[in-house]
């Protein structure tokens, strides 16, 4: 490993291809991962590890599935792209549109970053207006106008986060807290009718879990549509992880645009874009919003999606919730026997562990728990065969593949984690 890691390190930047798998915020060597079958990951050394990473939950039925394997591997005689359309395009598109009602016609993109740019680019031209406000800690790919962060006051325009993103580009974009409605309300006041639209993780995802309140997101739909301003639901994550119709269907609220990407891919490169005809009618062909991909729909990547979604059926869930509710008690009962205080945010198989005496309901609170005991039960997890996510920021996910054996394991090892902690 070690010396493989040296060659990553000297061809590709950092080692690696996006920068939280470099363990950067757990500090040490990264792991090189050689295969994975079902719910485990081998490393090149041979070495076996339960994975809670689930491709940053873009797996939900196990890695190297069969069904999903089979069909890729009929897909791929004939051919793996034509740059024209196929059958397989309409029918993960009609599936699609059939789950998640809000959305009634969909545009296939190559990633989660596609998916969003191009939402708030139709958002903008629908409304024809520029502001685009978005919720601290929620991330919503890499596009220059989400790569920014709050001014110096509330409803004050944003500040770029990253060198190379002009601050012109950001000037168009409020960060708001999560989950405060007061903020939300003075914006919306003070702006009105300049907002084009909120794009929100309507269950975040990428600070670890944080859940909305209810009102909060309510009070977005509301004065979004009072002023005329579209939501954007960046179900990115969501969507088919929490339920076949995502979190707006847990949660009962329509937006004007969703944003798809990671489970409908079945670990292939993917995101969508979809919503009401009448806003999804503007971008060409049929209107003037400009987008396109050569790879776009790509019929492999269509074939990997719909066989994902076609292993769905109701049973997923309440088989996934079954388990994360036994592995979060696992874990409640392992940190109270040492007397740790934890947090654990879940929503289904979506779930962080914060070391947190209070709720955690915003981008503050996240800061605010410790993250060196999660670098310590990271490392103390990995050394016994578990993977969790290299970050307190990233979410942990299941599969259909983790089963009772590999819940019951992983909680035994956190009590060994937790006891290490304490005896500190
Ligand atoms: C992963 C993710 C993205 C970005 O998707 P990529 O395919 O990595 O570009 C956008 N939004 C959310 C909520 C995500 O979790």
């Not at 891919?265 to 874009?273: D, M, Q, R």
């Not at 049929?286 to 066989?307: C, D, E, F, R, S």
Request: charged letters at 25%; one cysteine or more; hydrophobic letters at 40%.
């Amino acid at each position: 490993m070690k010396e493989l890691i040296k060659r990553a390190k000297k061809f590709l930047v950092g080692g690696v291809n996006s920068p939280v798998r470099s363990f950067l915020y757990v500090g040490g060597e990264p792991l090189i991962i050689k295969e994975g079958k079902g719910c485990r990951l081998i490393d090149v050394e041979d070495k076996e590890y339960l994975d809670y990473i689930c491709s940053w939950g873009a797996i939900i039925h196990g890695h190297a599935n069969e069904f999903i394997e089979n069909k890729v591997a009929e897909a791929l005689k004939k051919g793996n792209n034509f740059g024209l359309t196929t059958e397989i395009e309409i029918e993960l598109a009609e599936m699609i549109c059939n789950s998640i009602k809000s959305i009634e016609k969909i545009r296939f993109v190559n990633s989660g970053t596609e998916a969003t740019m191009s939402a708030i680019r139709l958002a903008r031209a629908y409304t024809k207006r520029d502001i685009i406000i978005k919720f601290e800690g929620c991330y919503h790919g890499h596009a220059d106008h989400f790569l920014s962060k709050g001014g110096s006051g509330l409803a004050t325009f944003d500040i770029p986060l990253s060198p190379g993103v002009p601050k012109e580009i950001v000037q168009n974009t409020i960060t708001l807290p999560y989950n405060d409605i007061q903020n939300l309300e003075e914006t919306f006041e003070k702006l009105k009718d300049k907002i084009a639209c909120a794009i929100i993780e309507p269950i975040a995802g990428n600070m670890g879990v944080v859940l909305p309140d209810l009102d909060f997101l309510k009070r977005l739909r509301k004065l979004c549509r009072e002023n005329g301003s579209l939501l954007i639901f960046d179900e990115v994550i969501t969507g088919f992880r929490v339920s076949s119709n995502g979190a707006q269907g847990l949660f009962n609220i329509e937006p004007d645009i969703t944003c798809l990407g990671k489970i409908i891919g079945g670990g292939f490169p993917i995101g969508a874009y979809g919503g009401k005809e009448e806003i999804m009618d503007m971008i060409a062909p049929l209107g003037p919003v400009y987008q396109a991909g050569t790879l776009a729909g790509n019929p492999i990547v269509m074939t990997a999606g719909k066989a994902a979604l076609e292993l769905i059926t109701n049973f997923t869930y309440d088989y996934l919730n079954r388990l994360a509710e036994k592995l979060e008690k696992g874990i409640y009962d392992a940190a109270n026997d040492s007397k740790i205080e934890i947090l654990i945010n879940r929503k289904g198989s979506m779930f962080s562990l914060f070391f947190s005496n209070k709720p955690v309901k915003n981008f503050n609170d996240v800061r605010n728990s410790k993250y060196d005991y999660y670098k310590k039960v990271f490392w103390y997890l990995l050394k016994k065969g578990i993977l969790l996510p290299p970050s307190p920021f990233e979410s942990m996910f299941l599969t259909t593949k983790h089963t009772d054996v590999e819940i019951e394991r992983t909680i035994e090892v956190f009590y060994e984690a937790f006891s290490g902690l304490k005896n500190e």
